[in-house]
């Protein structure tokens, strides 16, 4: 069964720094593009972020230079660290699993919220 | 790159018949790729794939969900409404533009 966990998010103060991980098992994860979508309260979601195992990673305008993501096939994980925080970054992290050459989504993982305020 | 337009909301009595649209651009929806995807998200959930490649449904999900394409706007049907189909539902495409995906708003699916 593919399973994707989420972890790492919590209340951080803006301007401050978290790094989320998403730990992934029941398929090759070496093989699948990784991504992170964010949804805000009660909004749509958003795309942010893509990391293939060539080393390709790709960056939404709205998080690129803040935002740094990576991936360790070995252990089967994805992170996100996020630094420089605001408040419009509080939201649901997801992580997302894709097929090399599709567009859509297959799996995604429960989720985990980051707060940012004072 | 601004997300891709849906309704609101859209409502239906059982065993109704409702359709969504989605409506983007030439960069997106309209382009020469089928990259059309629908995800259902029920309150406090993960987003579901319902539908991929503008008309293809993934193992599992119920040959009620249907989708369709027509130069820059999608849609998703949904036949045979029932109480579980309740719930948000959101298209998504890739772009040729710096977003790389694109999201649409979101449509609450009422069922009456």
């Known amino acids: 069964e593919v399973q994707l966990v989420e972890s790492g998010g919590g209340l951080v103060q803006p301007g401050g720094s978290l790094r989320l991980s998403c730990a992934g098992s029941g398929f090759t994860f070496s093989s699948y593009e990784m991504n992170w979508v964010r949804q805000a309260p009660g909004k749509g979601l958003e795309w942010i972020s893509y990391t293939y195992n060539d080393g390709t990673i790709l960056y939404a305008d709205s998080v690129k230079g803040r935002f740094t993501a990576s991936r360790d096939d070995a252990h089967n994980s994805l992170s996100l660290q996020m630094n420089s925080l605001r408040a419009e970054d509080t939201a649901v992290y997801y992580c997302?699993?894709?097929?090399?050459?599709?567009?859509?989504?297959?799996?995604w993982g429960q989720g985990t919220l980051v707060t940012v305020s004072s | 790159q601004s997300a891709l337009t849906q309704p609101a909301s859209v409502s239906g009595s059982p065993g109704q018949s409702i359709t969504i649209s989605c409506t983007g651009t030439?960069?997106?929806?309209?382009?020469?790729?089928?990259?059309v995807s629908w995800y259902q998200q029920h309150p406090g959930k993960a987003p579901k794939l319902m539908i991929y490649?503008?008309?293809n449904r993934p193992s599992g999900v119920s040959d009620r969900f249907s989708g369709s394409k027509s130069g820059n706007t999608a849609s998703l049907t949904i036949s045979g409404l029932q109480a579980e189909d309740e719930a948000d539902y959101y298209c998504?495409?890739?772009?040729?533009?710096?977003?790389?995906?694109?999201f649409g708003t979101g449509t609450k699916v009422t069922v009456l």
């Open positions: 998504s495409s890739f772009t040729t533009s710096s977003a790389f995906y694109v």
């Open positions: 490649a503008v008309t």
């Open positions: 997302a699993r894709k097929r090399f050459g599709t567009a859509h989504f297959d799996y």
């Open positions: 030439s960069n997106d929806v309209g382009g020469v790729y089928d990259f």
